[in-house]
């Protein structure tokens, strides 16, 4: 972090600067989630999964504002919006579903709460769809375009509260943060059902998913948080301030980055920006068979992005005069995210998966990259 910053301090915007800020977002958002995952073991289920709301997408919501109002690239900041939903999906369920399925046969999880998502997806890559077809056919004015984008923003925030009303209590118990049991299908028929102790130890508390630690003196496990509560909180803002800066110098060196390497901007939109924005505990619940976690996490984030940061960047830089943003997109951003939630919605159809599903995501992803790398620089324009 402090070579990153010092570059950029030095040379200001070039690919070295952004190759090590790019690099030094990672750390720290794994010690900014470290830190979330700390204080919600203070603050109980309920304010947890309203933190969550907040901060689960941190480095992109980072980003977009620093793309919007530090540098003004509209065109970027939408592709890595797209790229956020795709690497949610495509990288980190795929490799959840992949590495988590080889020790596993099969894993199962809540057919239910998963299509849901995965119609609540769909009806964001409509709203999105709808106003590009528009803007590709040529059907209507910018101004007019502009104001369609700015209505559907508002329609989605509405439905995200209530994905959130829905999931947080009139119907909590199917939304409900616990794994599918049994978590072992090969169990023989006359096995006992897990008791209701090892069924609470087998369960992890959030989404990010520590349940124990270990004291180093002996091998009991100690439960609860590792850090003072004051501790954590001050983790967390410290994480968030460092990762700003080192975000803001990645911003900056973007258009050196594509003039000095042959990356083109949709590459670095669609792959490279939103990968500082994950993290590895969803591979590490698949792996220990809490897939309906992994699914939670993965997919979850991503309709985050669809319809809350997306629509709220559209009116936030409505209100504050910054520029027309809207939510018309190019064809290649639109084929990819209908393609991508096509296939989660095949995915979800059976509630159980195994390894090869985990390559089919990561390959998409692949060729998503592939034709990302070649596509003109003009498209972005």
């Known amino acids: ?7 950029h301090r030095l040379y200001g915007g070039s690919a070295s600067a952004f190759a090590v800020n790019y690099v030094a977002e990672i750390p720290l958002w794994f010690m900014c989630d470290y830190a979330l995952e700390e204080i919600e073991e203070y603050i109980g289920p309920t304010a947890s999964d309203l933190l969550d709301i907040f901060t689960t997408n941190t480095v992109q919501v980072i980003s977009s504002l620093l793309l919007l109002f530090h540098t003004n690239q509209v065109a970027l900041l939408q592709t890595s919006l797209v790229g956020g939903i795709l690497c949610n999906i495509l990288v980190l369920l795929g490799l959840s579903l992949l590495i988590g399925g080889l020790p596993n046969h099969e894993q199962r999880f809540n057919r239910h709460a998963a299509q849901g998502a995965s119609t609540l997806l769909s009806i964001a890559v409509t709203s999105i769809l709808i106003p590009s077809a528009v803007k590709l056919l040529d059907q209507t004015s910018e101004e007019n375009l502009v104001k369609q984008s700015r209505g559907v923003a508002v329609v989605l925030l509405f439905v995200y509260a209530a994905y959130i009303f829905c999931s947080m209590y009139t119907h909590r118990h199917e939304y409900a943060k616990h794994p599918t049991f049994p978590p072992n299908m090969d169990l023989p028929p006359r096995a006992a059902p897990p008791s209701p102790d090892a069924e609470n ?3 992890p508390p959030n989404s990010r998913a520590r349940t124990v630690r270990t004291d180093p003196l002996n091998s009991d496990e100690i439960r609860g948080p590792q850090l003072l509560f004051p501790v954590a909180i001050f983790v967390f803002a410290t994480s968030i301030v460092l990762l700003y800066f080192c ?3 990645t911003v900056d060196s973007i258009e050196a980055l594509t003039e000095q390497t042959p990356l083109t901007p949709m590459f670095i939109g669609l792959i490279l920006l939103p990968i500082p924005n994950c993290d590895f505990a969803p591979i590490s619940l698949a792996v220990d068979n809490f897939l309906e976690q992994t699914m939670r996490y993965t997919v979850g984030r991503s309709i985050q992005t669809a319809l809350l940061v997306e629509p709220l ?20 951003e639109v084929v990819s995210l209908f393609t991508t939630v096509l296939l989660l919605g095949f995915l979800v159809v059976d509630a159980k998966v195994h390894w090869v599903h985990g390559i089919l995501l990561l390959s998409d992803w692949i060729l998503i990259g592939i034709a990302a790398y070649f596509v003109s620089p003009e498209s972005l324009k």
């Open 1 to 7: 972090m402090p070579i990153g910053l010092g570059l």
């Open 201 to 203: 130890n087998s369960r």
């Open 247 to 249: 975000i803001e110098a």
């Open 313 to 332: 960047v559209v009116l936030l830089a409505w209100w504050t005069g910054v520029g027309d943003v809207t939510l018309a997109f190019n064809g290649f």
